[in-house]
């Protein structure tokens, strides 16, 4: 079964450290990876994808995400995490051949990022 | 533009009433979703369509219906609400149903309580 896996349910860091949360998946055939934010009540933001290319890939905020094929790992991070980077964190991975286009995601990794 | 809009924001239900949630998008997308967000869980797929007049069923679609009558407008159907479904809503569009690379827009949601 496809699965993307998320294993951390919370990450603590200070503001001003570096920060990474973890994403691996389980699907077959060079999916594409994507990670979404999500602030309370609010809906889902896009961050960054990887599509091909360069396994470093940069996106909005200042966060940015590297991709290891032969881990099929995709963490996120960040140089220098702010008090306002507090949100819950969704990978999410999309197999290339699906019909459907779907999102596989992610049970999601709450940020705690502390003054 | 308005993004992807969706309402109500908020619904609470009886078990067997019917309603349908809102899912609306300014920007010509083709391909339009709905998922569902229960804790834990990260989304889940439920229907999607890749066009006027086209719909099909995602990964979680017994108890919901959709249709795609226009471009803009994405409605999700509770046909008898059941606890069950109690969850968060969310619709979701992207450029182009060709396009497996093209990112998913989500709207606000919509947290749903049946009791």
């Known amino acids: 079964a496809q699965s993307v896996a998320q294993p951390e349910d919370q990450v603590n860091v200070a503001e001003g450290n570096p920060l990474t949360v973890k994403c691996t998946y389980s699907?077959?055939?060079?999916?594409?990876l994507f990670w979404y934010v999500q602030y309370p009540n609010r809906g889902l933001q896009f961050l960054l994808k990887y599509i091909t290319g360069d396994n470093l890939v940069k996106g909005s905020y200042g966060f940015e995400a590297e991709f290891n094929k032969s881990q099929t790992s995709f963490h996120l991070k960040k140089p220098s995490a702010l008090v306002s980077d507090s949100a819950l964190y969704f990978c999410?991975?999309?197999?290339?051949?699906?019909?459907?286009?779907?999102?596989?995601f992610g049970s999601g990794t709450r940020l705690l990022v502390r003054p | 533009n308005a993004g992807v809009t969706q309402t109500p924001k908020f619904q609470v239900l009886k078990t067997g009433q019917s309603m349908t949630l809102q899912c609306a998008q300014d920007m010509n997308h083709e391909y339009m979703s709905w998922y569902r967000q229960d804790p834990g869980m990260g989304l889940r797929l439920i229907h999607y369509?890749?066009?006027?007049?086209?719909?099909d069923q995602g990964e979680v679609p017994n108890g919901y219906n959709v249709s795609r009558s226009t471009t803009e407008d994405f409605p999700l159907r509770l046909l008898s609400a059941a606890p069950s479904q109690t969850s968060v809503y969310f619709c979701?569009?992207?450029?182009?149903?060709?396009?497996?690379?093209?990112?998913?827009?989500f709207g606000p949601g919509t947290r749903l309580t049946v009791l």
């Open positions: 999410a991975v999309r197999p290339r051949m699906d019909s459907s286009y779907k999102l596989i």
């Open positions: 369509s890749v066009g006027a007049g086209i719909t």
């Open positions: 699907v077959s055939g060079n999916p594409y």
């Open positions: 979701a569009s992207s450029y182009s149903s060709a396009g497996s690379t093209d990112t998913q827009y």
